[in-house]
């Protein structure tokens, strides 16, 4: 596991999510999403913590996950699950299951998995004793991902997964990232107004409601979104070398603008109805952490839920990973499901 994976994964939320934070500027600098992306981009996230919610009147579910390396090649992940819907009510956070990432190499904890079922209700002990596991750890190599990309139809045939793991790859693909992403949510803020997006020197709230949805979809609407990914593709296969990031690409968001501009039209014409949301995404750096910070309430046909979703990292690192003894394959796991006659 790379150190930058995890500075990865954080912009990909960020983007998908519109979020981003502030740049510390000069007094006479006009902060820019840019330079946020730049900013986070450089953050030692070693470490990154993220809890999601769910909850209405009637269900409230969490997870956390923390997710640690210790160097390169050595990374460590606890899953952790509260629940409150009748009859299952956890008030504290238990660990679900924790993993290992070592080299080339992922093990999950699918004995823990059972374990928290049976915890959870006595009913699923049944589980453990079903399932005789002839390990707790199930161990997927790379060739198992290559595998089942290939079941599944997906063509990796021209991808440089050896070129994907160096620390150069990483440092070019999140440069990519943050030139396109950061051009195009610069543009989205300055189309979209400061009621939907304000950037400060330490941060930048992105907000979407009734009151500002026409405006931002206009904005959607006047930007050339397919282009923006599609460009992001290109630099991606010029960095791999090869050209599967672009026909991918080109599958998935062709029409997008069209769609967008559809969608746009109709709020316009119709408005957003009975329905309100409130949606709110906070991101600024903190000395050497980051955080984002994402709250949305949603009121349909009268009742309300809320989702939010926090996640910080840090330059801490996990203290000691090393290979689980208890483990298991693919093979023998897909052979003891057979046997259950359960595939």
Request: aromatic share 8%; net charge negative; hydrophobic share 45%.
């Amino acid at each position: 596991m790379k150190r930058k994976v995890l500075s990865i994964m954080l912009m990909l939320v960020m983007v998908l999510s519109l979020a981003a934070c502030g740049k510390k500027a000069g007094a006479d600098a006009q902060p820019t999403v840019k330079n946020v992306l730049e900013n986070i981009s450089k953050v030692e996230a070693n470490t990154v913590t993220c809890e999601f919610v769910i909850e209405d009147a009637e269900f409230n579910m969490a997870f956390r996950i923390t997710g640690s390396n210790q160097d390169e090649t050595h990374g460590y992940a606890t899953i952790e699950m509260k629940l409150n819907m009748d009859p299952y009510v956890m008030e504290d956070y238990a660990e679900l299951t924790n993993m290992y990432v070592i080299n080339e190499e992922v093990y999950i904890n699918v004995q823990q998995i059972l374990d928290f079922l049976t915890d959870l209700d006595s009913q699923f002990a049944m589980l453990s004793a079903y399932f005789a596991l002839p390990g707790d750890y199930l161990v997927v190599t790379l060739d198992d991902l290559i595998a089942l990309y290939e079941q599944m139809g997906i063509d990796i045939s021209e991808l440089n997964l050896e070129s994907m793991q160096s620390e150069e790859w990483n440092e070019e693909y999140t440069k990519a990232m943050v030139e396109v992403f950061g051009n195009m949510l610069d543009e989205y803020a300055v189309k979209a107004g400061e009621s939907a997006v304000t950037i400060t020197a330490d941060k930048a709230t992105f907000t979407v409601n009734n009151d500002n949805v026409v405006a931002i979809m206009d904005a959607l609407a006047a930007m050339d979104i397919e282009n923006y990914f599609m460009d992001f593709a290109e630099k991606i296969d010029k960095i791999d070398g090869t050209v599967g990031n672009t026909a991918y690409m080109k599958e998935q968001v062709e029409g997008m603008n069209e769609e967008i501009k559809s969608a746009a039209e109709e709020v316009k014409a119709n408005g957003v109805g009975d329905d309100k949301v409130n949606m709110v995404i906070d991101m600024g750096v903190n000395g050497t952490s980051a955080v984002i910070n994402f709250n949305m309430d949603m009121e349909t046909y009268g009742e309300t839920s809320k989702m939010t979703l926090t996640m910080t990292t840090t330059p801490d690192k996990a203290s000691d990973v090393t290979v689980p003894v208890s483990t298991m394959t693919i093979e023998e796991l897909m052979k003891l499901l057979s046997d259950l006659g359960l595939m």
